[in-house]
């Protein structure tokens, strides 16, 4: 059960709409269920004697019986309250004891207070009422209302377990502030999927994804088009900052400003600050960044996994503070996978990033914990510039992306364990997403590599069955029957011909922790070898493997011959060990 409180002016307004047809038809038999006082509540939805006009006026005589100058500019409290998809459908005594509970723990009405505000609960659905209250009780105050939000939640989940209803994750007061019922409704007049608060927040967000310094930040800020105003100190000094999106105005022909604390809590300029810092000797100077080397798409993903990788490793730890900066930075790091990446996967990225922005904010801060690794490696990603998805780039994001969905679970496990609810299930969607960006990003490099272990011959096949065995004794014979393991073969001969030992190349590989969360260990398996080894992310088809072959050969002596093109890749078992049984 959920509840949206927002305030406004026009009492008439919000009224017409909530008993109006909707914006697409939706509204049906709307209607009073409760009121503060029954009989002094017309009902135009069951009245036809009754009027929108009527019920205004009772509405708001409270405020319009004080002196204009004592009434609030926005008078009006509204508070939609739905429940959960899949819970069963209230009844209207059902909704009334609902909106009664509501009104009297945010202190619009409590029980027995006769002077309380006026309000109104209407039904136009099966699944939510819409509370409505004028901020002026009968004796001309205003009503103490402080955290009527949280305490609305605390209600909705007490109510939630009487009604047997789902019990909806409780919040923390570190979410970012939603989108008010104004702003959505603006948003759907003008054509736009979100709201310019949510477009705000993810550009935001996305200038500040590996940003050295604040006048990088400000800069990212300004080249994504979005309009930036300081607010200066008499010092001179930056005190903080607010943006808007060009063409977002209000009635007057004003720009629309959102400060960054207004965007989430930890978009202010001072948590910015905290950010850019956290981590970073004193002594140690800020990169120019114009002066940095850029790397290739594909190297710059590729050197993100080691960094990822210590995030997923710190989130098993006790440390909680380094914890969390490690959330942060790994928040930043999907932020730039997903400005970067291809068509492909893009979609999938962009909720993924989403989701886990909330997984990023908790009680447990982090200011002096360092993540410079992660936030490096997403620094690195965004000036690499986008991936094409192909080749190299294709299996350097699968690689990365692998390691991602690890991240995300340790931190669902993590917030999990300390009774952060919103966290956890917000870690859990973002995995989900990663799961469809990676299968996506990964078919055509694994179908490659699957390729190439199937035209192992059987002794070679059965050698490294045997160093699997050795490896991880309990699960090899499962990983023998999953489709990753003709790729994970091939993976082990590649590396054996660079001049790797495989035994002792798995061995590494499988001391890493999060194999028993992979949906697929071979999966995971052959992207560390092939990080750990140096070996490219992708194989080449076996049309040209002759010419990888020889140029692999000219690379490494030691390599034996390249193979006729028209034959089978191997013809006979060329490494000098024998099948092991």
Known sequence: MVPDISTGSRTYGLLNYLYGPGRREEHTDPHLVAAWMTELAPDPGRDPSATLKQL??????????????????RHVWHCPVRTAPGDRHLTDAEWAEVA????????????GDDKACRWIAVRHADDHIHLVATLKREDGRSPRRHEDGIRAQAECRKIEEEFGLQILNGGDRTAAQRPTSAERSKAE???RTETPRETLRESVRHALAGAASEEEFFHRLAEAGLRV???IAPSGDTLGYKVALPGDRNRDGEPIWFSGSKLAPDLSLPRIRQRLHAGRPDDEPVTDHGDERVLPPARARRQAVPAAERAALILNEDDDECSAAQLVGAGELLDAIAQTAPASTRKELVEAARAFERATRSHVRAERADNRAVRAAARGIIRAGNALGKGEDGGATAMVLSTMVLVTIAAARWHSARGHAQQAAAAQRAAQHLRSAYRSAAAAPMNTMREHGRLLPEPVRERYAGTLETALPDQADVIRHEPGWDALAATLDQAERVGHDPDALLQQAVEWRELETADSVTDVLVWRLRRIANLPA???PRRARADTWAAQSRSHPSLPPAPEASAVTHRADPHPRGPRR
């Open 229 to 231: 105003e300081h607010r």
């Open 100 to 111: 009664r509970r509501i009104v009297h723990a945010t202190g619009i009405a409590e029980y």
């Open 538 to 540: 992708t194989m080449a």
């Open 56 to 73: 205004t006026d009772r509405l708001d005589l409270p405020v319009l019986a004080l002196p204009k100058d004592r009434r609030p500019a």
């Open 189 to 191: 007049r003008t054509g």
